[in-house]
């Protein structure tokens, strides 16, 4: 079945998966919401070890497709999908797949900062109870110290662990999403828009971090901001009209893309 | 290529190019008068070359100052960044080419005997050469013509050819008669002007490719000037 499939479409290739496996593999992925498709087959491999931006115009689908990585649009009646996507190999929509399990290898982070009204302590440690990954209270506040250390947050609020999550500043709530996604181990971090609500100091520590991030973890990001996904990303695909475009290394992409579509989009020309 | 959703983006970028087109345009009268004063003798008209090249000097800061405000305004990208990173240098590249014909043009007043036929006549011709391909390179960038540009590209073996002719032409002048060593060099450095110049058409050759298909000319770049391995026994 693999085989078939993989010869019958082949993904578009950036230079950069030719010495990589595929963390993620979307084989002729369709999305409907009702009768509308949203993602028209869609076929992508995504890296290891570093960031993806998805970019496009709003209704391009790029966030559709972020959402069917972790299976978000199962919360969503209307929207059914056909295809495949592998995750190391295998299909994360086989019956035998457990989505809460699914979730705490590929964490997600969103656009507004949406922390607990819990503490801060609280927000980190959640994750990794519910998942049985801390024996005792001491192992459980050593994942909540790393993953905060992690998120580069540590420093700021180590002094008011038990203060709510939601008296934190835009960007440290936002941090701290990125430290609760990453305290449940995950091998993939989807972000959708996680900037797009902060201030530009703000929004440069949260990329600082997905920097920094991208040496342990497969990301994709999904950006309204070029200058971002040209910033924060090796890889760049980009979306229009529910169909993947053009797919490539984001140094080209933004120099000399292969597409009229997406010269044209990136250069502010789209009409 | 279509336009751009803001309109005032467009507009940047039209007044990078008509300041280019008009920077061009005055570089080529700079290069036509430089030559004829050379050749002519004629030192008025080497001085109004001289002091028209602030001219271009203006110009070339007003294209850099707007090339660096678009940029930081628009974070240009793809086509649009290549747009403005190859006016700089073409800009540059004209401004060079600018300061040759001065240097040349200067050089008038030096040469105080009518020059030996021969040698006028290679001096014209490398003159009338150079001004082809400068007037070439900037109607290619101008009609953004990848095939033009790659012709000035190709042409350029030949100035260098001529200049390798003038060089040792110039040479057994000097070794008959060493009293014309002095004005022989400056016809030298003025030959070398023009070759130089050449070289400047083809760097432009080489921005409009990279302009159009955002990568360099993989060819190896003609080079024929052969002077610099050349003793005055070969003449």
């Known amino acids: 079945m693999d085989i078939q499939l993989s010869a019958i479409i082949t993904p578009p290739s950036p230079r950069i998966m030719a010495e990589r496996q595929p963390r993620i593999a979307a084989r002729d992925v369709n999305i409907y919401y009702g009768d509308k498709r949203a993602i028209n087959s869609l076929s992508i491999d995504i890296p290891d070890k570093a960031v993806s931006a998805f970019i496009g115009p709003s209704g391009c689908g790029k966030s559709t497709f972020l959402r069917a990585v972790n299976r978000m649009n199962d919360t969503i009646p209307i929207c059914h999908m056909t295809g495949e996507v592998r995750l190391d190999g295998k299909n994360i929509y086989d019956k035998d797949v457990d989505v809460v399990e699914l979730r705490s290898h590929v964490g997600m982070v969103f656009q507004k900062p949406n922390p607990f009204p819990k503490s801060i302590h609280e927000n980190v440690a959640y994750g990794p109870r519910i998942h049985g990954m801390a024996k005792d209270k001491a192992a459980l506040d050593e994942i909540v110290e790393k993953s905060l250390k992690k998120a580069g947050l540590f420093e700021e609020v180590k002094d008011r662990l038990s203060h709510s999550g939601t008296s934190l500043s835009g960007g440290q709530q936002q941090r701290l999403c990125i430290a609760r996604a990453i305290a449940v181990n995950p091998e993939v971090i989807l972000m959708d828009e996680p900037c797009s609500a902060l201030d530009p100091i703000a929004t440069a520590r949260i ?10 973890y497969c990301i994709i990001i999904v950006t309204h901001s070029m200058q971002q996904a040209a910033r924060v990303s090796q890889l760049t695909a980009f979306f229009h009209l529910g169909t993947l475009v053009e797919y490539g290394d984001t140094d080209e992409m933004f120099t000399s893309p292969k597409d009229k579509r997406t010269q044209d989009y990136i250069t502010g020309r789209f009409g | 290529m279509s336009d751009h959703i803001a309109k005032a983006y467009d507009n940047d970028i039209a007044t990078l190019k008509s300041q280019l ?7 080529e009268e700079q290069l036509a008068n430089a030559i004829q004063a050379l050749i002519r003798r004629d030192t ?12 271009l000097d203006g110009l070339e800061r007003r294209i850099e100052e707007k090339a660096i405000l678009t940029i930081a305004k628009r974070q240009p990208m793809a086509h649009d960044l290549r747009e403005i990173i190859v006016a700089i240098r073409v800009s540059s590249d004209i401004e060079r080419i600018g300061d040759l014909a001065k240097n040349t043009a200067k050089r008038t007043h030096a040469i105080s005997e009518p020059l030996p036929r021969n040698l006028a006549s290679g001096l014209t011709r490398m003159g009338q050469m150079a001004q082809t391909q400068l007037n070439q390179v900037l109607n290619a960038y101008a009609l953004r013509d990848d095939e033009m540009g790659l012709a000035v590209w190709r042409a350029d073996e030949d100035l260098d050819a001529l200049y390798n002719s003038i060089f040792r032409e110039l040479l057994t002048y000097m070794m008959e008669d060493p009293r014309k060593i002095g004005e022989c060099t400056h016809l030298l450095f003025g030959a070398k002007n023009l070759e130089r110049i050449g070289d400047h058409t083809t760097n432009i050759a080489e921005n409009i490719h990279f302009l159009i298909h955002g990568k360099a000319i993989t060819d190896s770049r003609p080079k024929k000037d052969v002077t610099a391995m050349m003793r005055p026994t070969d003449g």
Do not use: K, W, Y
């Open chain 2, 44 to 55: 008025a008209l080497a001085d109004s070359v001289i002091r028209n090249d602030d001219t």
């Open chain 2, 21 to 27: 087109a008009e920077m061009g345009g005055i570089a």
């Open chain 1, 207 to 216: 990329e600082e971090l997905i920097d920094e991030l991208r040496q342990n």
